[in-house]
């Protein structure tokens, strides 16, 4: 069945396909240590396990990434939807968000940048390909060791919508059975 549509502003076409779950990127470079709230990501290849995503230059966080090569990308549920909220509402050349925010910096395995306790998961990440930094300052990182936690198997993500809307991850819907094994 048809569905009637009105014109919409090509600019706002985020509400539809912004990528989701909104993420805490967390670095570190020469003594300090940051956190940013990010939505435009995207995964880009299972193995290696590549993900893209846009941290404007205008960040702190921009600079730290850059300079260390390094980031952990972790996971908040909406336990921490006002600290998701804060974090994205102001800049780490000011304040130590760890601190701000009461949020525990953990040690990482394998990169310098720290995770961020509280979160469901914790995936620490190195640039594999800059090329699109200075055009479009798209980072393409490699997650080289990953941290989950194994309840609940489906956690309550934050999905943004643009307009300080989000929406939160909830039925779960399983089709399986109808995917090719490759496909899974
Ligand atoms: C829900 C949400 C999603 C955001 N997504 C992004 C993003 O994907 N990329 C980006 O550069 N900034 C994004 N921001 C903005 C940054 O989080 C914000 O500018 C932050 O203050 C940067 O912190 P920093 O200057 O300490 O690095 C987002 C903010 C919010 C609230």
Known sequence: MAKQKADF???DIRRYLEPGPIVLVSSAWRGERNIMTMGWHTVMEFS???VGCVIASGNHSFDLVRHSRQCVINLPTTALTDIVVGIGNC????????DKFGLTAQPSHKVKAP????CHA????RIKDDALVNRYNFFIFEVVKAHVA??????QTLHYTGDGVFTVSGKIVSRRNL????ML
């Open 9 to 11: 502003p090509v600019s």
């Open 48 to 50: 290696p396990s590549l």
């Open 91 to 98: 800049s780490g050349a000011d304040v130590d968000k760890f």
């Open 115 to 118: 995770l961020i306790t509280e």
């Open 122 to 125: 914790n995936f620490e990440c």
């Open 150 to 155: 194994p309840r609940p198997k489906h956690p």
């Open 179 to 182: 995917f090719r094994p490759e």
